[in-house]
């Protein structure tokens, strides 16, 4: 059986939230997830059928294969040692179904393993080791700030500025992406889950730690020359070739926390030289040959978790299962595309 966490924080209904009453909210406070979407929009534009965050995207197959260690750790079947399919999503961060290939920003693998008995494992990564805000409160704050001006269309300096200062870890994502070259591919990238899980032993002995997905031919990236010359949109042309040539796979790495660690925010990466335990291969087996396929009305749940993973403390976990629901009715409704 699946196993849902309920995200109790997310679905309760909050009041609505205007910037100046988010500033003052307590960090851990619930955020109306309609509240959360209407924000999106409002910053980043509505674009109808399309995810309202990693709206570029690409629906892909694989297989995963657990690794012993990976057994000792954590009773999921997901670690059995058979193959597992896995249904995947690789998307460009951000709300345009436009944007730019060639830019210094986010890419995400989102990930579903189809575990026997029905059960099913859901996650969204990103290519960054950490997220954009610590708390659902300090995310909507972040958003709001970013929102253009009617008069000049872009954001208004000073607000952004005043919130960035009042909350510096906002920035961090950003910064690591900007001193990142241009992934070449989408199979070319390591993909961080930013939150801490706890795998969960037969012995009942629970593990936090944090995990990345390590490409197994290794990390490239695109000079500026490059980027400029591959031009707006290369990455699913790319990610078909180097499938079909069976070179797409990626580790799957649990780096693991020691007693009294940082466990509960997406801001604050492990400690460098942290064991990293191998959980298993993942290999991307076909990729589609357009805007369908399985992912496409999957919103990738990180609540979704198989019995052996659990969530940390981490309030931004369950805070993204309510506007994801939200976002996913809305472009159901919209009609749902991706490219
Ligand atoms: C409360 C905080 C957050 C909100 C409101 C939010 C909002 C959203 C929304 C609306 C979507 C589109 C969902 C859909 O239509 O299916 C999305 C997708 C995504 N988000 Fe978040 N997000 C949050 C936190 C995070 C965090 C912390 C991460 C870090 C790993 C993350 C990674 C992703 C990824 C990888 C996708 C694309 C998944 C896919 O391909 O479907 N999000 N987010």
């Given at each position: 059986m699946t196993k849902l966490?309920?995200?109790a924080a997310a679905l309760a209904v909050a009041a609505t939230v205007s910037l100046?009453?988010?500033?003052?909210?307590?960090?851990g406070a619930p955020v109306d997830p309609t509240t959360f979407i209407d924000q999106f929009e409002q910053t980043f534009g509505k674009y109808e059928g399309y995810r309202r965050s990693g709206a570029k995207g690409i629906c892909a197959t694989g297989e995963f294969v657990g690794s012993a260690d990976a057994r000792a750790l954590s009773t999921s079947s997901a670690f059995s040692g058979r193959p597992v399919p896995v249904v995947l999503r690789f998307s460009v961060g951000g709300a345009n179904?436009?944007?730019p290939d060639n830019a210094r920003s986010q890419r995400?693998?989102?990930?579903?393993?189809?575990?026997?008995?029905g059960e099913s494992?859901?996650?969204g990564n990103i290519s960054a080791p950490v997220f954009g805000a610590s708390s659902p409160q300090q995310f909507l704050g972040r958003v709001a700030s970013l929102q253009p001006d009617p008069a000049t269309r872009m954001p208004d300096a000073a607000k952004v500025k005043a919130f960035a200062d009042a909350n510096p870890e906002v920035l961090l994502q950003g910064k690591y992406l900007a001193s990142q070259p241009v992934p070449a591919s989408f199979g070319s990238?390591?993909?961080w889950g930013v939150h801490a899980f706890g795998f969960v032993a037969s012995s009942g002995a629970r593990q936090y730690g944090k995990w990345v997905f390590e490409p197994v031919g290794g990390l490239?990236?695109?000079?500026?020359d490059e980027a400029k010359?591959?031009?707006?949109?290369?990455?699913?042309?790319d990610l078909r070739q180097r499938v079909r040539d069976g070179k797409v796979a990626f580790n799957f790495n649990l780096e693991l926390a020691q007693a009294g660690e940082r466990i509960d925010s997406a801001t604050v990466p492990l400690p460098a030289g942290r064991t990293k335990v191998n959980l298993g291969l993942l290999k991307v087996t076909s990729v589609a040959d357009d805007g369908g396929g399985a992912c496409l009305t999957i919103t990738y749940n990180p609540m979704v978790l198989p019995k052996g993973v659990e969530p940390s403390a981490d309030p931004m976990i369950a805070a993204r299962a309510a506007p994801y629901a939200v976002g996913l009715g809305r472009r159901l409704t919209e009609g749902p595309k991706q490219q």
């Open positions: 966490f309920l995200p100046e009453t988010s500033a003052q909210a307590p960090a179904p436009k944007a995400n693998m989102a990930l579903q393993f189809n575990l026997p008995d494992w859901q996650m990238v390591n993909y490239q990236g695109l000079s500026d010359a591959k031009g707006p949109s290369f990455l699913f042309d």
